[in-house]
């Protein structure tokens, strides 16, 4: 069933859009060409000698990616309604399918940034090989906050509206049109208590090859993920039978 | 395992009643604002927070549904039917009581539930079958006799969004009953399509009914109910009022439902005081198409009555005079002085019409003067459903009577 809802949420989410699969593409470039006008041109923010674009772009997809997945899963339970008002499944399943379709126009603007990094002659490191890992730690925390914003959603309409708010504002949190060299090495384990910050930045370093890992604010990300993630799937759980008569 | 396939015991379920804005419990839902206000509330206010008013949708229900039994719950809108078919397929929790299933549930609460508008026919069964517990080999071993059931052929790569309503109806209700759940649930879905497709659903869930499987279906269609399920549960207010033999149960709920025959006051004609005006099965509380039926009207004579007599008309729902009888073509009644009382009436064998509103109309005499005197405005009375027809609902088409018929 899981496998079916990803399937709809995907072959639905294109039908009647003349660009179709292209938006996959479109969003990450033109946001990381306006970030590399804005902030790499004009405001001059240092990008660890990467080539600010594809330095911008490589922090935007997982970024993306997690705001994307966020949203939907936050949403999945309002829009289910007539699905979880009439037939009986475990709801996890719902943010569940929300989070995974998010994936496939990851994967599509992923063959984007290989194109991208070609293109400025750079190579990665051996580091490349956590990538995988990196993924699964976007996903996990687009599903820790989806949990809980889609249950407390059902509860509270008002997450309805929070929602973009919290993506915008969080996106200036998280190191993506800036470094996280910017914050000063004491502060940086602070910094990790955003997880994203700690994501997005171990997925530059393990796909450009930075010079370091970003060890304590990565660890300290992951620390903060699997609490949330236990946290959200005990709350939801909690929730979880009063769904059909709230929502 | 026990041969019990659902066992509640005690169950209910409430709802909150809103208790400021919003009428309709089932809607509401909290804004964080009226929680911050209610806590800040709570926090200064001394004393009990006052209890919100409950709903009880359900309430003290207990019965036992055996493995393979058909059960029809029968009862008004409101009567906490759907509320209980819910609670049963897990849908909700109630909020007393317990309930335990055994065996593997497939609930069928709407017709479509989960279908998406820009997939197509195809991909629609795909993802249906599976919301509604389906294995995905199970579906591709039933897909082709889903799309025969369906009857969508050529259009079962169009997206859905693009079919007629009858078409929609036809193929979600195709993927529903293909499900092969333990137990299957079923609220109020019969009522799709034509009739040869009302039929072919019937048949289909007689039929799944007869290979031994658990049914609970609710139905305002007394004829389906009557004709698929042996026994039945009528719900009033959220309680269990009658369980017993179907027909037994939907007779007696049917009669409940249904307004008096009767007059409530006596009305007079020039030669006669009509006491009392009655129409009634000898079959049962309520008539059925075919069941013996008797005509009963009580007069006072008023004056000398050489030879009373009686004529009786039956009206259709539009007052258009369908039948009528007299009673001098078939008897003398003895002549009456004034105030002494008397009954007259007729009895009909088989009483033909269908279900649905009437109007007995009747006129008394006295036949020696030949002067007929309306006793009054028709009396309004109901033939209930019964499954003349196989147990599809009855329509324009049927026309005022019934037939014993058969195809050949």
């Known amino acids: 069933m899981l496998y079916f809802l990803v399937w709809r949420d995907i072959k639905v989410r294109y039908k009647q859009t003349a660009l179709g699969a292209a938006w996959a593409i479109l969003q990450p470039l033109l946001t990381m060409v306006a970030f590399s006008i ?4 004009l405001a001059k923010v240092p990008s660890d000698g990467i080539p600010y674009p594809v330095f911008s772009f490589a922090a935007l997809l997982p970024w993306q990616l997690f705001a994307y997945a966020m949203t939907e899963a936050s949403n999945s339970l309002i829009g289910s309604q007539n699905l979880i008002s009439k037939v009986y499944f475990p ?60 249950a407390l959603n059902v509860k509270y309409r008002d997450v309805r509206y929070t929602i973009p708010f919290l993506t915008q ?34 997925f530059r370093w393990a796909l450009l090859g930075k010079k370091e890992a970003p060890g304590p604010m990565l660890a300290v990300s992951v620390l903060i993920v699997i609490v949330l993630l236990i946290g959200g799937v005990y709350y939801f759980r909690r929730l979880e039978a009063t769904f059909a008569d709230r929502i | 395992m026990s041969d019990v396939a659902i066992r509640l015991d005690g169950l209910g379920k409430a709802y909150r009643i809103a208790d400021r804005n919003n009428a309709d419990p089932r809607i509401r839902y909290g804004s964080l604002r009226d929680s911050l206000a209610g806590a800040f509330r709570g926090l200064f206010a001394r004393g009990p927070k006052p209890s919100d008013e ?75 079958g599976t919301i509604l517990g389906m294995k995905r080999a199970e579906i591709m071993r039933k897909f082709d006799e889903i799309v025969a059931f369906a009857e969508i052929g050529q259009f079962l790569d169009t997206p859905v969004k693009r079919y007629s309503s009858g078409m929609f109806m036809r193929l979600a209700f195709a993927v529903a009953v293909h499900l092969e759940p333990e137990i299957l649930v079923v609220d109020e879905v019969l009522a799709v399509g034509d009739a040869e497709f009302q039929r072919k659903c019937l048949n289909k869930l007689q039929e799944i ?200």
Not at chain 1, 38 to 41: I, N, V
Not at chain 2, 78 to 90: E, I, Q, Y
Not at chain 2, 275 to 282: D, F, G, K, Q, V
């Open chain 1, 38 to 41: 804005f902030f790499g041109r």
């Open chain 1, 91 to 150: 709801r996890l399943i719902i943010p569940i399918a929300a989070v995974l379709g998010g994936l496939v126009d990851f994967g599509i603007s992923f063959a984007v940034l290989l194109v991208l990094m070609v293109a400025y002659g750079i190579t990665p490191t051996i580091a490349v090989v956590t990538i995988p890992l990196f993924i699964v730690l976007v996903v996990a925390t687009a599903l820790a906050v989806g949990l809980w914003l889609s």
């Open chain 1, 169 to 202: 504002f969080w996106l200036f949190l998280t190191p993506v049109a800036y470094s996280s060299s910017l914050i000063s090495p004491k502060w940086r384990v602070v910094y990790g208590l955003n997880p994203m910050a700690g994501v997005v930045e171990g």
């Open chain 2, 54 to 128: 409950l709903f009880w949708a359900l309430r003290d229900i207990s019965c036992e549904v055996k493995h393979g039994e058909i059960i029809g719950i029968i009862g008004r809108n409101g009567a906490g039917k759907s509320t209980l078919l819910k609670v049963v397929s897990r849908i909700t929790e109630p909020t007393e009581g317990r309930g335990e299933v055994h065996g593997r549930i497939g609930s069928l609460l709407e017709v479509g539930t989960g279908f998406h508008p820009e997939l197509t026919g195809r991909e629609n069964i795909l993802l249906n």
């Open chain 2, 209 to 408: 009914g007869g290979h031994g499987r658990t049914i609970l279906l609710v139905s305002h269609n007394m004829a389906a109910i009557r004709a698929i399920c042996q026994r039945g549960i009528v719900l009033d207010h959220g309680r269990i009022v009658a369980e017993g033999k179907v027909h037994t149960v939907a007779d007696q709920y049917l009669a409940g439902a249904l307004g008096t025959d009767n007059l409530d006051q006596a009305i007079e004609t020039e030669n006669f005081i009509v006491n009392n005006i009655s129409i009634r099965s000898l079959d049962g509380p309520v008539i059925k198409t075919f069941d013996p039926v008797e005509i009963l009207v009580d007069v006072t004579a008023k004056t000398d009555v050489q030879d009373p007599g009686l004529r009786a008309g039956i009206l259709a729902a539009d007052h258009h005079r369908v039948a009528g009888m007299d009673s001098k073509d078939f008897k003398t009644y003895a002549a009456l002085r004034p105030g002494e009382r008397s009954i007259m009436g007729f009895h009909i064998d088989r009483f033909p019409f269908l279900p649905g509103t009437w109007h007995l109309d009747i006129q008394v005499c006295d036949v020696a003067e030949f002067e007929y005197e309306p006793a009054g405005q028709p009396v309004r009375f109901d033939v209930v459903e019964t499954p003349i027809y196989g147990g599809r609902q009855i329509q324009n088409l049927h026309g005022y009577v019934g037939l014993s018929a058969r195809a050949i």
